[in-house]
């Protein structure tokens, strides 16, 4: 097909933080936008569902899908785009592994329904059946994109960096599609990018961002705070640790870190001491440990739905 | 037909040097103990990966146990203080996930216990016993290819 190279880019269960992100490349976003067409893009441009179900099969050139999938009208327009697009790419932390949306999964839809809207509230189809403009069904759980189609690529991150969504673009661009199941991130630990300096590699105590000014130069876990550093993708330039905020994980785990929650657990655990190590110290770092607040909130911010199937999470 | 009793089948990581020899050395002095447990021997309780505690609970264990060397005895110095805190940690997330965290056990068990070793794994097996079948529908998981090819 000649002309210019057709696009969608849509959210399903999101913040709009993704359809944000594209204004962070700046000037060469207007080189991106001469050299496509965008064919549907809610945030962007009028084009309706029906614009999009009269193309035919395989015509979008690529599709860039941001948020988790939350509702049923989420997966039927995930298959809606599939259908029509040559590649379909999980952009964002929630697309790419389930997001912040995703801590969801750790009540039941239930459980959290009531807790919004108190006890009235019934996720029931209104008398007589479905109305034409009844909200979409919530799913059971949030999950990431691959769960429901075949995902060709990802490009992680919340939201993901300018420089990873202008590697997209020029890959895709350059007529040059990425190997499939590629992740436009570094195999690499973010430790590796960061430029702080890893010295003294015990922890003694355990802070929150809030509690503590760290010193510019040093290692946040170092001093103390949980950052997912070691157990993270780099490709983002240690954005959070040079702005003194420890990483959260966003670009989602590296190949060798596996499920990023084991994984920082045991870099924790090799970290936390108090004093010699030994019989005596186990209540004191017994207490360190406790003091992490909320650990499967920390370890799985953005990639709860990917790793941990169902959770039961008692109040308090 | 009689309810069948529930047994409770539990996953035993036992480190070579200490709790594995301790166990080999209740087999040979043929003490009785439950036979619930598949021992796997490892070469240090610091070398399980809690991956290998979730993939075990992911395959139905009712427990795990992780045998290791006594405080100050680790043949490679401090792998057992790590697995303790990692342990720890774990537990912490295990409840939050419905999965109770008595249902994993560290214990230490020098290559001389075998008396130890029986006793231990006993009150483990009748502990899981008494908590009855997990009731948490699905587990924690690693694995889950993020992106799905074709």
């Not at chain 1, 999964?105 to 919004?116: A, D, G, I, P, V």
């Not at chain 2, 805190?85 to 409840?95: A, D, E, S, T």
Request: glycine share 10%.
């Amino acid at each position: 097909m000649a002309g210019k190279p057709r696009i969608a880019v849509y959210w399903t269960g999101g913040c709009g933080g993704c359809d944000v992100s594209f204004l962070e490349l700046g000037t060469p976003l207007l080189d991106v936008l001469a050299k496509i067409e965008i064919a549907f893009w809610p945030a962007l441009v009028d084009a309706k569902r029906t614009d999009l179900e009269s193309l035919p099969p395989r015509s979008l050139a690529a599709s860039l899908i941001n948020g988790t999938l939350r509702t049923d009208e989420n997966v039927e327009m995930a298959r809606l785009l599939r259908e029509k697009s040559q590649l379909v790419i999980a952009f964002g932390a929630c697309a790419h592994l389930g997001g912040v949306p995703g801590l969801a999964n750790l009540s039941s839809r239930e459980e959290f329904l009531r807790r919004t809207y108190g006890n009235g509230f019934h996720p029931a189809p209104p008398p007589g059946g479905r109305a034409e403009d009844s909200p979409p069904d919530l799913l059971p759980r949030a999950k990431p994109l691959s769960e429901e189609v075949s995902v060709d690529c990802v490009l992680p991150g919340c939201p993901p960096p300018p420089e990873l969504i202008g590697l997209v673009f020029d890959a895709f661009l350059s007529g040059d599609p990425p190997p499939a199941g590629h992740v436009f991130a570094h195999e690499k630990a973010l430790c590796e990018e960061c430029p702080r300096t890893r010295e003294d590699r015990r922890l003694a105590k355990l802070v929150r961002p809030h509690e503590l000014l760290p010193d510019p130069e040093e290692c946040l876990l170092d001093q103390g705070m949980v950052c997912m550093g070691p157990v993270t993708r780099g490709g983002c330039g240690a954005a959070c640790p040079k702005g003194a905020m420890p990483c959260t994980g966003c670009l989602g785990p590296t190949p060798n870190a596996g499920d990023p929650g084991l994984a920082m657990v045991s870099a924790l655990a090799s970290l936390v001491r108090v004093g010699e190590e030994g019989e005596a110290a186990f209540a004191a770092e017994d207490q360190v440990l406790d003091s992490l607040v909320d650990p499967l909130g920390t370890f799985y911010k953005y990639s709860l739905p990917s790793y941990v199937r169902t959770g039961k999470r008692s109040d308090g | 037909m009689a309810e069948p009793k529930f047994e409770p089948r539990i996953v035993a990581f036992l480190c070579r040097w200490c709790a594995g020899a301790g166990a080999d050395l209740a087999g040979t002095s043929r003490l009785r103990y439950p036979p619930n447990a598949i021992p796997i021997r490892v070469n240090c309780s610091g070398r399980v990966e809690l991956e290998w505690v979730m993939e075990a609970f992911r395959s139905g264990a009712d427990g795990v146990f992780i045998g290791g060397c006594h405080p100050g005895d680790c043949h490679y110095v401090s792998g057992n203080y790590k697995t303790r805190r990692r342990v720890h940690l774990l537990r912490r997330m295990l409840g939050e996930l419905g999965i109770e965290p008595e249902r994993v056990r560290l214990e230490w068990v020098s290559a001389t216990e075998g008396a130890k070793f029986a006793r231990v794994m006993g009150k483990f097996v009748e502990e899981m016993r008494a908590l009855g079948p997990r009731k948490d529908k699905a587990v924690a998981t690693a694995g889950l290819v993020a992106v799905r090819k074709g």
